[in-house]
C-alpha cells in the first residue's frame, strides 16, 4: 500500500541553518503531499501542501517542492529559528479512506540559539 | 483549531475497562477521523467516518469501535482497554483536504 518514509530525528541545529528534511513516497496514484508540524503539548497544523507534480508549496519560510520522478517532497527552509523546534510530519493523501492521510513517522527538529 | 474539541484531554483507566474519548466539531465537516500517535510509528488512522452513521476502518481497528450519531459528534471506544492502548488519540476533520486537528487526548492504561 501507500506510504512515508522520512529521514530519522532527531535533527540538531543552530540558529540560522539550512534545514533540510528529507521525505519520500511509495502511492501507487497521484497523491498530493503534505507536510505538517506539531508543537509540544498540541496537535498538528498543517504547514504546506502540493497537490501536483512539480508544485510547490510554502509557508513561513518552509518550502517543499513535489518531485514525482524521484517520489520525494523534501521541507527546506534556508535560515531557522528557535521557535521552529516541533516535530515535523510528511503524509500523503490516502486513496482508499475519504480524505484521510497517511504519515510519516515523524522528524524532531531541534534549534539551539 | 477548526473548532475541534477532544475530550477528556488526559485519562488514565485500567485494564479491562471501558474507555470512550468524544470528539466535537464546529464547523458541520462531513469527514471525521480518529488517529493514534505512538513514537516511532506516526500517526495512524484507527476509524473514519464520511457522514452520519457511516464508519469505515482504518489502518489499525481492531480493539476499537466508533460511533456518529450526530454531524459534530464522533465518538471512538475501546471495549476493554488494553496496556498496548496507552496513546495520545488526535481526532481529525475535513470537508475537504487538507485535514485539521484536535489537540488529542493522552490516554494511559494501567
Known amino acids: 500500500g501507500d506510504s512515508v518514509t522520512q529521514m530519522e530525528g532527531p535533527v540538531t541545529l543552530s540558529e540560522e541553518a539550512f534545514l533540510t528534511i528529507n521525505c519520500t513516497y511509495t502511492?501507487?496514484?497521484?497523491?498530493?503531499l503534505f507536510w505538517y508540524v506539531q508543537y509540544p503539548g498540541e496537535g498538528l497544523q498543517l504547514l504546506l501542501k502540493?497537490?501536483?507534480?512539480?508544485d510547490k508549496g510554502s509557508n513561513k519560510g518552509f518550502e517543499a517542492t513535489y518531485r514525482k520522478e524521484t517520489t520525494s517532497f523534501h521541507l527546506e527552509k534556508g535560515s531557522v529559528q528557535v521557535s521552529d523546534s516541533a516535530v515535523y510530519f510528511c503524509?500523503?493523501?490516502?486513496?482508499?479512506?475519504?480524505?484521510?492521510?497517511?504519515f510519516g513517522k515523524g522528524t524532531t527538529l531541534s534549534v539551539s540559539s | 483549531d477548526a473548532g475541534i474539541t477532544q475530550s477528556p484531554r488526559h485519562k488514565v483507566t485500567e485494564t479491562g475497562t471501558p474507555v470512550t474519548l468524544r470528539c466535537h466539531q464546529t464547523?458541520?465537516?462531513?469527514?471525521m477521523y480518529w488517529y493514534r500517535q505512538d513514537p516511532g510509528h506516526g500517526l495512524r488512522l484507527i476509524h473514519y467516518?464520511?457522514?452520519?452513521?457511516?464508519?469505515d476502518k482504518g489502518e489499525v481497528s481492531d480493539g476499537y469501535s466508533v460511533s456518529r450519531s450526530k454531524t459534530e459528534d464522533f465518538l471512538l471506544t475501546l471495549e476493554s482497554a488494553t496496556s498496548s492502548q496507552t496513546s495520545v488519540y488526535f481526532c481529525?476533520?475535513?470537508?475537504?483536504?487538507?485535514?485539521?486537528f484536535g489537540n488529542g487526548t493522552r490516554l494511559t492504561v494501567t
Open positions: 502511492a501507487t496514484g497521484y497523491p498530493s
Open positions: 503524509a500523503l493523501s490516502d486513496q482508499q479512506a475519504g480524505t484521510a492521510l497517511i
Open positions: 467516518s464520511y457522514g452520519v452513521k457511516d464508519t
Open positions: 464547523e458541520n465537516h462531513r469527514y
Open positions: 481529525a476533520v475535513s470537508g475537504d483536504s487538507p485535514l485539521h
Open positions: 502540493a497537490t501536483k507534480a512539480d
